[in-house]
């Protein structure tokens, strides 16, 4: 009886050791932020992960970014693009929510546009301009240079030309190199951010008003520099839930989006800007 009885007190114990993992780790009982402030969600690549790899947390699979889609639009999200989001002529409803993409993978093509299209989502697009051959990975870390993002397939500017053309995607700026703004001087800055704008607005004939810091790294003067080149928002990599649009237009908070969360991990970020107690 006795051992039976310490068998039952080890169970109960890892029980409640499990349970208060489970607690901290998804935050199930945190308040959600008021659904009146939008979600802004920070994406990479739409693909299935690849074992072995270092960047699977910049790939949510096909399977999850469809299941995402569906469950948004079951709970009555509206889709916004970024433009939509910040336009104060054009009111809009509770629970908004803007689908960034952030380099310009080439799976943003097969993979989410079709999804998109199916669901009737719309996104914001930050693409980078010589984004072919560029191992931006190494301009935040210089350790990053396993050359993975450079293997991985970029949009051609056909397939972006046909994403704009459909409603489905708005196009934002993401500088020409993907540089580490913290790392040049002003004029390089001023140089990556507004050749982005002219290139892109010249390639699509439509005005590009929004704007991403690489990484989410920039400096004090970076948002400066963005409303005078003529943006009109930007968007950070991270920080959650965005409660003041209009006080933070140029550095907007995104609650990013890992291929490495499950499902419930997802909706506790729609929830709270965050999977867990902490991040």
């Keep these: 009886m006795g051992t039976l009885l310490l068998i039952l007190y080890i169970l109960l114990a890892l029980f409640g050791l499990a349970a208060i993992w489970f607690s901290f780790r998804y935050a199930w009982w945190a308040k959600a932020v008021d659904y009146k402030h939008p979600r802004i969600l920070m994406y990479h690549m739409v693909s299935d992960p690849k074992p072995g790899t270092k960047f699977n947390g910049l790939r949510v699979s096909p399977a999850m970014f469809e299941k995402q889609l569906q469950w948004l639009k079951q709970n009555n999200w509206n889709f916004v693009t970024m433009n939509q989001l910040v336009d104060d002529r054009s009111p809009l409803p509770e629970k908004n929510v803007a689908l960034t993409f952030d380099d310009g993978y080439e799976d943003n ?163 709270t800007g965050k999977r867990g107690w902490k991040k």
């Design 109 to 271: 093509y097969t993979q989410a546009f079709p999804l998109m299209k199916k669901y009737g989502a719309k996104g914001t697009l930050y693409l980078v301009i010589n984004r072919h051959n560029n191992d931006w990975s190494t301009k935040k870390k210089a350790h990053h240079n396993s050359g993975e993002l450079v293997r991985e397939p970029k949009l051609s500017d056909e397939q972006v030309n046909e994403m704009v053309a459909s409603g489905v995607f708005e196009i934002g700026g993401h500088t020409t190199n993907h540089i580490n703004l913290d790392t040049v001087d002003k004029p390089t800055k001023y140089a990556e951010m507004s050749q982005s704008k002219a290139m892109l607005e010249k390639q699509l004939n439509t005005p590009i008003n929004s704007f991403a810091y690489p990484f989410g790294i920039y400096s004090k003067e970076d948002p400066v520099i963005a409303k005078e080149l003529g943006y009109t928002n930007a968007v950070l990599a991270e920080g959650g839930i965005e409660t003041d649009v209009n006080k933070h237009r140029f550095e907007l908070r995104r609650v990013k989006i890992s291929g490495k969360d499950n499902f419930l991990a997802f909706k506790m970020r729609i929830k």
